[in-house]
């Protein structure tokens, strides 16, 4: 039982280059979530899809897209990467109508040059 | 802005118990207060959640105060194991939470 999965694990690009953070969850899940997390902070939400189909805003949207291609797995993707998106990028999900534990995945480590 | 406040750090001896406080003044009536853990780099971790009255699992304790402004989260017998950052949090069941810095809790030997 994999939970949520992310992939790339690692990833360096360059300013301006473009990519799609993948995350799968096999839990039946309705609700998809991406944060970011920079050095000594706390997590900041990016976007969030409450079920297949649906997406929204989350804190920090700018400079991200995301699509809920089935219910799942949710991409971002950064069309123009800049190195101020260097971060750690972290999955989760829940079921939706439940209360309590978001499950996350292991994250993804992305530096912009 | 965080929406809630908690101490940036915490010590505490191994099989002591350790306390960890947050305060969520904002915190609206239908919303449940969270708390997470995240050790080293990886993802972040559940803990227990809680709406008024107080709970306990396998992991820990959860003390919200009446007025719901305030809770506490509480490790019976904290073991080296559980030196981590620990996160407070409140939502509703849409799960969009917010993560403020957390407290790093420092179990000592």
């Known amino acids: 039982n994999a939970g949520v999965t992310q992939t790339p694990k690692f990833q360096v690009l360059k300013t301006g280059q473009s990519m799609t953070l993948q995350c799968a969850q096999d839990?039946?899940?309705?609700?998809m979530y991406w944060y970011r997390q920079d050095p000594g902070m706390g997590l900041r939400l990016i976007y969030y899809?409450?079920?297949?189909?649906?997406?929204d805003k989350g804190e920090v949207p700018n400079g991200y897209n995301v699509s809920r291609l089935n219910k799942r797995e949710f991409s971002l993707r950064l069309e123009s990467a800049a190195p101020s998106q260097t971060s750690v990028y972290f999955c989760?999900?829940?079921?939706?109508?439940?209360?309590?534990?978001?499950?996350f995945g292991e994250g993804s480590r992305l530096t912009v040059l | 802005d965080a929406k809630t406040t908690q101490p940036p750090s915490m010590d505490c001896a191994e099989g002591r118990a350790a306390n960890l406080p947050c305060n969520h003044s904002?915190?609206?009536?239908?919303?449940?207060v969270y708390w997470y853990r995240q050790i080293h780099s990886q993802g972040p971790q559940y803990i227990i959640h809680?709406?008024?009255n107080n709970e306990t699992n396998e992991m820990a304790s959860l003390i919200i105060t009446e007025d719901r402004k305030s809770s506490t989260l509480i490790l019976p017998h904290a073991t080296l194991r559980d030196t981590a950052v620990y996160y407070c949090t409140h939502g509703g069941s849409q799960g969009n939470l917010i993560f403020g810095k957390g407290t790093k809790l420092s179990v000592k030997p």
């Open positions: 839990m039946n899940h309705n609700s």
């Open positions: 904002t915190i609206s009536g239908n919303e449940y």
């Open positions: 899809s409450a079920s297949e189909g649906t997406t």
């Open positions: 989760a999900s829940k079921r939706t109508g439940a209360t309590g534990e978001l499950f």
């Open positions: 809680g709406l008024k």
